[in-house]
């Protein structure tokens, strides 16, 4: 599975753009790169995912270049409620048995702290 | 719309006292996941369930079992406790569609081994 590398915080201001990039130099083939965000005392939750070039949902893009070597996830005019722990997973979908299946790899994610 | 359910939310043990980790989903997801995260780290797969009837270690596999019980459940069961399994377990489903493979995860099991 490839190894992820993001900042360990970032800091904001509300109503301000956030960009947290996710280096993963030995990306394979067939890996997906997916974004989670974990709240205090909570589970994570799904926010995006993407392949390559750029997906944009109704919470976040994903920009991903041609070489797929690094990602970086777009939060637009955050609030005080984004401030949480954003995971970067890379990994393959294997196929087994008709379903498909990810071994998803959790690195130490990156704290953002959102000021008022 | 439960999503995952785990239970219990809390529980101390004993070093050496057994238990289960409950764990049912009713989003008729094929695959499931059990992992651990321990203070101030990231998600640490224990074992995961693929489809029904199948289990496969994951990261850290050692001290723990499974077992798929049908679809909807997934227990993850501690035979003989030790301090160093004091941490948070997650318990997750997935499922592909459109194109997209999204885990959803329960609220946690906070375990402590004294």
């Known amino acids: 599975l490839a190894k992820t590398t993001q900042p360990i915080s970032m800091d904001s201001y509300e109503g301000q753009e956030v960009n947290i990039t996710c280096s993963h130099n030995n990306i394979a083939t067939n890996d997906y790169i997916t974004w989670y965000q974990q709240f205090p005392s909570q589970g994570p939750r799904f926010i995006i995912q993407?392949?390559?070039t750029k997906v944009t949902n109704e919470v976040a893009s994903l920009f991903i270049p041609a070489d797929r070597k690094s990602s970086t996830l777009s939060l637009p005019r955050v609030s005080l409620s984004d401030t949480a722990v954003y995971y970067c997973?890379?990994?393959?979908?294997?196929?087994?048995?008709?379903?498909?299946?990810?071994?998803?790899?959790f690195g130490q994610g990156t704290i953002l702290t959102v000021h008022p | 719309n439960a999503g995952v359910t785990q239970t219990p939310k809390f529980q101390v043990l004993k070093t050496g006292q057994s238990m289960t980790l409950q764990c049912a989903q009713d989003?008729?997801?094929?695959?499931m996941y059990w992992y651990r995260q321990d203070p101030g780290m990231g998600l640490r797969l224990i074992y995961y369930s693929a489809s029904e009837g199948t289990t496969d270690k994951g990261e850290v596999p050692n001290g723990y079992n499974v077992s798929r019980l049908n679809k909807r459940e997934f227990s993850l069961r501690l035979e003989s406790a030790a301090p160093s399994q004091t941490s948070v377990y997650f318990c997750?489903?997935?499922?592909?569609?459109?194109?997209?493979?999204?885990?959803?995860f329960g609220q946690g099991t906070r375990l402590t081994v004294v």
């Open positions: 989003m008729n997801h094929n695959s």
């Open positions: 997973l890379v990994g393959g979908y294997f196929n087994a048995g008709g379903t498909s299946y990810g071994k998803l790899t």
């Open positions: 993407g392949y390559k």
């Open positions: 997750a489903s997935s499922e592909r569609s459109s194109g997209v493979t999204e885990a959803f």
